[in-house]
């Protein structure tokens, strides 16, 4: 589910998903994106919403740490790494294991 509005999500993103429901400042969201955002799902399904977001949170700041820049430290969030890495292979999740995400915590800075 999609809900397009003008305010959410905040600076240069194009979409935010919380809970399995995509925001957007954009009309229409590319393939790209929808599929970007739906391995987000995938995840937070896997760790049961609440989790996903706690080690997002935690993942988040360690990376600050090792990368002293914000973005940086966004892009390579196993979570993100796993997303972008995947958005354009649009059969990724019929064939995805569970916990794929794990995968990409040792992956070098993209």
Same mark, same amino acid.
């Given at each position: #589910?999609? !809900?397009?509005? %003008? !305010? =959410?999500?905040?600076?240069?993103?194009?979409?935010?998903?919380? =809970?399995?429901?995509?925001?957007? %400042?954009?009309?229409?969201?590319?393939? &790209?994106?929808?599929?970007? @955002?739906?391995?987000?799902? &995938?995840? #937070?399904?896997? #760790?049961?919403?609440?989790?996903?977001?706690?080690?997002?949170? !935690?993942?988040?700041?360690?990376?600050?740490?090792?990368? %002293?820049?914000?973005?940086?430290?966004?892009?390579?969030?196993? =979570?993100? &790494?796993?997303?972008?890495?995947?958005?354009?292979?649009? @059969?990724?999740?019929?064939? &995805?294991?569970?916990?794929?995400?794990? %995968?990409?915590?040792?992956?070098?800075?993209?």
């Amino acid at each position: #589910m999609v !809900i397009y509005n %003008k !305010i =959410f999500p905040f600076g240069n993103y194009i979409a935010i998903n919380l =809970f399995g429901i995509i925001f957007s %400042k954009s009309k229409p969201l590319t393939d &790209r994106t929808i599929n970007h @955002e739906n391995i987000h799902t &995938r995840q #937070m399904i896997e #760790m049961l919403f609440i989790f996903f977001y706690i080690w997002y949170g !935690i993942e988040w700041l360690i990376r600050l740490i090792q990368y %002293k820049n914000g973005h940086t430290a966004y892009r390579n969030i196993s =979570f993100e &790494r796993e997303a972008y890495y995947n958005e354009l292979d649009y @059969e990724y999740l019929n064939n &995805r294991n569970k916990y794929r995400f794990l %995968k990409y915590l040792s992956r070098h800075e993209q």
